[in-house]
């Protein structure tokens, strides 16, 4: 099968290079470190017997360890120490002990007491979660190393930025000798992963107490950087949990519902938006320490999987320096750990390394090496139970030689023996290799200066008259949060873009221009201000693989991804992004940016009232919010006012003083005018009362609506659909209901979970103080039910306005809330995570106004709407019959034949069939009026607003195979309900930060609630 012919044949290639690299560096280390102990890479795994050890410690990792075959020599002792207290001082027990799972604040006090009793541990704080909790990064080596750690950071620096030293190889080189690289290690991202805390924990008493020699050369060569915790937030619920569970060791326990603030598992999808703090937090910290590494440990699959390696595609915008260390590091782990004895140790696998979004691939993408095990884990529990496995996992593959067994007895113990046993392997490899590993951080950096005369592109270009400056501003932010540098040019200036960049897919090089025709080359003015993103730059990867778009072949062997196959900025923030090749762009005169982008903003002109143009920026909803007591109005059509063109959708505001909107808009970025009043039709746009409503089956996808509501200070009472069972006058509070996409279809977001067995609290109790917070219910188990079905749609029928989106418009369209749309929820063609191409069908709905044309969304599957007249019909339009000749004689021209009649008579043909096209319902027919039962009446019918775009030029980024039952399918789709409306959503417009461009199909939903109805034309009949 080609697919494993040539992963093997891959491997094949690094295994060599593992078994020559090392022998070279030991050369090097032998003639440059003279103040290495001993020959490293024939260091023993094992004990130094001069040392004593903590009797009572090593003997209960013996008595927590289920086999002795799950211990490895690194790990089956602990060295006494006569001043470093063990884990045993904050837990009352060892690292890894059964039923004890600590909290953060006693990982942090250990931390600290570490701190406190070696000069070889230093603790960083690195920032705060959401909720307020503290993020930590310990650091430990020698007590040189540790009192020189500025000094040390100051070498790496040097590499980390070549033009620092003139791209200077020599230099590099004789630095590189004499530095400590940083390893950083970074534990329980994923809070139902949970036994990182202790095994960092032990290993940081390890790093600093043990005097082996194996542990003595990687305390001496390298610096251990260890956040114990990333996800805080989650990490406290997860322990909370558990806690409850051990206190009800009889009953059922519910799913740790929520993990940080606002999303749960995504938090590891987070490093290219870098929307949470962790991600924030991190990162800086890899930067600032420039470290080389970023480990990453998760807990999934049985018993370590070292997932680095990972499958194709690899991430096309990485060097392969990189990915050729992943090899070496990943393999050497394999090696030495069976050579250990410990079953179950394994690379390669099920896990593509396409998607940066992972946040160990900040350092892939920041010139470092990023890693990530799997190790096995209890589900988040630390107690010990019989596991068995599936074959499928225990199975001897050529990337398995030595599989994991069917069934053990499994321990927190034997999880942190795996962990520290990896990671014990993977820093000695690294302290041996340090100086190769070194050149390798300087030669990657260099390299990534050096992309304008290598692969390219030469810039960026976001230019400064883009009709969206807010959503550029956004996307420039995240660049600057990127550690990546912007420039703006001081004049004017043209670029030369080759044929190949605006032939071919269509808006080859933005969001928002067009397909043109075919031609050697386009010369493109830009205005003085534009933005300038240099690749020649230490971090141009990541600004590189977020700017650019992603293209997954059809016939990938790689049939099943990981993650989601597209992700480019510009056009899920609706931003232009020239990308220039010519290298003559970085010689246009330019300033550096050394202040927060922000899009300008303030009041301008003289007139009576003030218009700003609808262009689609999120800043225009925080507007609206932050000046509650203003009139703002909203034009339904197009309009000109002292001669400046406004959008159909524009505000036109009223009772607010100048200097109110000045300050306000300055602080927004959003350019306000104040005008003589037009004479345009108008209808209030009004802070509508917003609820955004969850399951408590899964809360994961509707936390990005939550952040951005958050962030744009949009305000919403958050509800459960147990309130919205228990509340039959859902308009007496709100006027919108968002109901995000949640887990299961609408049966079982009615259901909920079964009533068997116990109930399960989510709430805040001295048991369990970090639970309920966000949200809390005496018992999870109840689901929306019929009655809540009923109060929703009532308060529909009463006027109010309810948002659903992929699964939960199903359950719309399923439960009689949306006449007319039928869901496809599982098209033929193919769709992983990609951004699709949009069109407008009607410019008149409020939901559209400001959107661009060709808008990219976010499809996770290629999800669509059918729609039609009729009630009940699965499928309308065109597809309710087919235009298509039968079987019979002739070619496919031909028309049909009944033989032994005559032709037919002009007067019993059929009357032409009127044109329709996939967006539209069919027209009524005189057929269906003869008892009009099931026709919809005109006021009632489904209104598509936006639609996917044509099959060629579908696909914006990611993978799309097939498409013809996407394309030109409906995708937002607004059904009248009596009085109100149900807005419904094929694609997830609110996703990971990454979706800015399609946020305002939500907003302007909200805005407009009231009059949804604008612009409409009734159907005749
Ligand atoms: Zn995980």
Request: charged share 20%.
């Amino acid at each position: 099968m080609p697919r494993r012919f040539l992963s093997s044949g891959l491997l094949a290639v690094f295994v060599t290079l593992v078994a020559v690299v090392p022998a070279h560096a030991q050369a090097r280390n032998a003639v440059q470190a003279p103040q290495s102990v001993g020959a490293p890479a024939t260091d023993k795994p094992g004990r130094d017997p001069a040392q004593p050890i903590d009797e009572a410690y090593t003997k209960k990792i013996h008595e927590y360890t289920t086999e002795p075959f799950f211990l490895s020599p690194l790990v089956d002792y602990l060295p006494a120490s006569k001043t470093v207290p063990t884990p045993m001082a904050v837990l009352g027990d060892i690292a890894g002990a059964k039923n004890n799972l600590p909290y953060s604040k006693e990982v942090y006090a250990y931390m600290r007491l570490l701190e406190k009793s070696s000069p070889r541990v230093k603790v960083f704080s690195i920032g705060t979660t959401e909720e307020g909790r503290e993020m930590l990064a310990v650091a430990v080596a020698s007590d040189s190393l540790i009192a020189n750690l500025d000094a040390n950071r100051a070498k790496l620096a040097k590499l980390a930025d070549p033009r620092s030293i003139g791209m200077n190889d020599a230099e590099a080189e004789r630095i590189a000798a004499t530095t400590a690289p940083v390893y950083y290690i970074t534990g329980t991202i994923h809070s139902t992963e949970s036994g990182a805390p202790t095994a960092l924990m032990e290993l940081a008493y390890r790093l600093a107490v043990d005097d082996s020699p194996y542990i003595r050369n990687i305390r001496d060569h390298l610096i251990t950087l260890i956040t114990p915790i990333v996800e805080v937030d989650g990490r406290d619920r997860m322990v909370d949990l558990f806690k409850w569970h051990m206190a009800h060791p009889n009953d059922t326990y519910p799913n740790l519902l929520y993990w940080g603030k606002y999303v749960a598992h995504d938090n590891n999808r987070d490093a290219m938006g870098l929307t949470l703090k962790l991600s924030e937090n991190v990162l800086n910290a890899y930067v600032d320490q420039k470290a080389q590494v970023l480990h990453d440990l998760h807990e999934s699959y049985p018993y370590l999987y070292d997932n680095t390696i990972g499958d194709g595609p690899y991430n096309a915008w990485l060097d392969p320096l990189l990915t050729n260390e992943w090899q070496m590091i990943g393999w050497n782990n394999v090696q030495e750990m069976t050579r250990m004895g410990m079953p179950g140790v394994w690379a390669h696998g099920e896990f593509d390394t396409w998607s940066p979004g992972y946040l160990m691939f900040m350092a892939a993408t920041h010139n470092g090496i990023s890693r990530l095990y799997e190790t096995f884990g209890n589900g988040g529990t630390a107690e010990t139970v019989e596991r068995e496995l599936s074959p499928g996992q225990t199975s001897r593959t050529w990337w398995r030689q030595n599989p994991p067994l069917p069934r053990v007895m499994w321990s927190l113990r034997n999880n942190n023996n795996y962990e520290q046993t990896g990671l014990l392997v993977s820093l000695s490899y690294f302290a041996n290799n340090r100086d190769l590993f070194l050149r390798n951080f300087y030669e990657k950096s260099k390299r990534s200066i050096e992309k304008p005369k290598n692969e390219g592109p030469a810039a960026y270009v976001l230019t400064a008259d883009d009709p969206r400056p807010g959503a550029q501003a956004e996307l420039l932010r995240i660049l600057q949060k990127q550690h990546v540098e912007l420039s703006r040019a001081t004049a004017p200036f043209s670029v030369t873009l080759p044929a190949r960049a605006r032939s071919g897919r269509a808006a080859q090089d933005s969001a928002t221009s067009r397909a043109s025709a075919s031609t050697k080359s386009e010369t493109r003015q830009f205005p003085a201000g534009t933005y300038i993103v240099r690749m020649d730059q230490p971090y141009s990867r990541i600004a590189d693989a977020l700017l650019d778009k992603q293209y997954w072949a059809p016939n990938d062997p790689q049939k099943t991804p990981y993650d989601d196959t597209g992700w480019s900025f510009p056009e899920g923030f609706a931003v232009q992004a020239v990308r220039v090749v010519d290298a003559k762009v970085l010689d246009v005169p330019m300033e550096k940016v050394t202040a927060t982008v922000r899009a300008p903003g303030g009041v301008n002109g003289d007139g009576n009232v003030f218009a700003i143009n609808h262009n689609g920026d999120n800043a225009l909803a925080t507007l609206r919010y932050r000046l509650r007591s203003a009139d703002f109005q909203a034009a339904e059509e197009p309009f000109t006012a002292n001669g400046r063109k406004f959008a159909r959708g524009s505000f036109i505001i009223r009772n607010v003083s100048r200097g109110d909107l000045d300050k306000a808009a300055r602080e927004l970025g959003l350019a306000a005018y104040a005008v003589s009043a037009p004479s345009v039709k108008t209808h209030p746009v009004r802070a509508a009362r917003v609820a955004v409503m969850h399951t408590w089956l899964s809360t994961q996808t509707e936390g990005w609506w939550r952040y951005a509501l958050d962030q744009l200070g949009i305000p919403y009472d958050y509800i459960s659909t147990q309130v919205a069972a228990r509340t039959p006058d859902l308009n007496a509070k709100y006027d919108v209901i968002l109901f995000p996409p949640t887990s299961g279809n609408g049966q079982a977001i009615i259901d909920g979970l079964p009533m068997w067995r116990n109930a399960m609290p989510w709430k805040t109790t001295a048991l369990t103080p970090n639970i309920g917070k966000l949200d809390q219910t005496d018992d999870i188990r109840p689901g929306l039910g019929f009655q809540g079905l009923e109060n929703l749609k009532q308060f529909v029928a009463r006027g109010g306005v309810l948002v659903g989106v992929t699964n939960t418009a199903e359950m719309a369209t399923d439960f009689g809330l949306a006449a007319g749309v039928s869901y496809n929820g599982s098209p033929r063609s193919r769709v992983v995570g990609s951004f699709l191409r949009t069109k407008v069908v009607d410019g008149a709905s409020p939901i559209v106004y400001g959107i661009p044309d060709d808008l990219a969304v976010y499809s996770e599957g290629g999800e669509t709407f059918n729609v039609s007249n009729t009630r009940g019909g699965r499928r309308g339009g065109r597809f309710s019959g087919t235009p298509e000749r039968p079987t019979g004689r002739g070619t496919a021209d031909d028309p049909d034949v009944v033989q032994g009649r005559p032709p037919l008579d002009s007067a019993h043909m059929a009357l032409p069939t009127e044109h329709v096209e996939p967006w539209e319902a069919a027209p009524i027919s005189k057929d269906q009026l003869r008892n009009p039962l099931s026709i919809i009446p005109p006021d009632q019918r489904p209104r598509v607003a936006l639609r996917f775009g044509d099959q060629k030029g579908l696909l914006a980024s990611g993978l799309l195979e097939g498409g013809s039952d996407i394309a030109q399918r409906p995708v937002v789709v607004d059904v009248p309900l009596q009085k109100g409306h149900v807005v419904l959503f094929a694609n997830n417009p609110i996703y990971r930060g990454e979706t800015i461009g399609s946020y305002f199909l939500v907003f302007n939903t909200i805005l407009n609630w009231d009059n949804l109805n604008a612009g409409r034309t009734l159907d005749a009949r």
